[in-house]
T-cell receptor
Framework: DTAVSQTPKYLVTQMGNDKSIKCEQN?????MYWYKQDSKKFLKIMFS???????INETVPNRFSPKSPDKAHLNLHINSLELGDSAVYFC??????????????FGPGTRLLVL | AQSVAQPEDQVNVAEGNPLTVKCTYSVSGNPYLFWYVQYPNRGLQFLLKYITGDNLVKGSYGFEAEFNKSQTSFHLKKPSALVSDSALYFCAVRDSRGSQGNLIFGKGTKLSVKP
């Protein structure tokens, strides 16, 4: 059973389009995250939600809008896609945001290519 | 501010030889330290973590890491490398004083194990 799943796995689209990436976790965790991995493999936090509420919003353009319909799902919607949005987007989850020793579990990633 | 440094972009090791992947960190409080591995076109897999207690932490696939508070290091080690260990390795940290939960990642070290 997949603990953290993402769809789609690959996404190729044109500049200016709007796209969504979905994430689901079946671990019963309260907290979910979106990370971005750029072409140089740098991993950086974008957003974090705890029990459907936003708790971290790094300096991400407002074209990116996360949505959490319930604590098992955290979707990422991107408007007006730009070339620089091409990256691998990872979803992750952990039991809570405040117990720093807890492990985060990552999804397989969504490889976004903007042409 | 929290930070993680992985000073080596790449580590090359012959199969059967011991390997070390270096990591140093900077946090305000006590650190929670993690190692993740990323195989090509795959997500991040958790290897091991240090929370407190014994400085030598054992993890998955025969890996271990040694926490050294005076040197602010958390190097990943394995006594005998396998070709299948070839992957990208990330060190990550959380500050015990932090309340937001996101991981701060190093830039990654590519491990190449040759037969």
């Amino acid at each position: 059973d997949t603990a953290v799943s993402q769809t789609p796995k690959y996404l190729v689209t044109q500049m200016g389009n709007d796209k969504s990436i979905k994430c689901e976790q079946n671990l019963g965790h309260d907290t979910m995250y979106w990370y971005k991995q750029d072409s140089k493999k740098f991993l950086k936090i974008m957003f974090s939600y705890n029990n459907k509420e936003l708790i971290i919003n790094e300096t991400v353009p407002n074209r990116f809008s996360p949505k959490s319909p319930d604590k098992a799902h955290l979707n990422l919607h991107i408007n007006s896609l730009e070339l620089g949005d091409s990256a691998v987007y990872f979803c992750a989850s952990s039991p809570s945001p405040t117990r720093g020793w807890e492990t985060q579990y990552f999804g397989p990633g969504t490889r976004l290519l903007v042409l | 501010a929290q930070s993680v440094a992985q000073p080596e972009d790449q580590v090359n090791v012959a199969e059967g030889n011991p390997l070390t992947v270096k990591c140093t960190y900077s946090v305000s409080g006590n650190p929670y330290l993690f190692w993740y591995v990323q195989y090509p076109n795959r997500g991040l897999q958790f290897l091991l973590k240090y929370i407190t207690g014994d400085n030598l932490v054992k993890g998955s696939y025969g890996f271990e890491a040694e926490f050294n508070k005076s040197q602010t290091s958390f190097h990943l080690k394995k006594p005998s490398a396998l070709v299948s260990d070839s992957a990208l390795y990330f060190c990550a940290v959380r500050d015990s004083r932090g309340s937001q939960g996101n991981l701060i990642f190093g830039k990654g070290t590519k491990l190449s194990v040759k037969p």
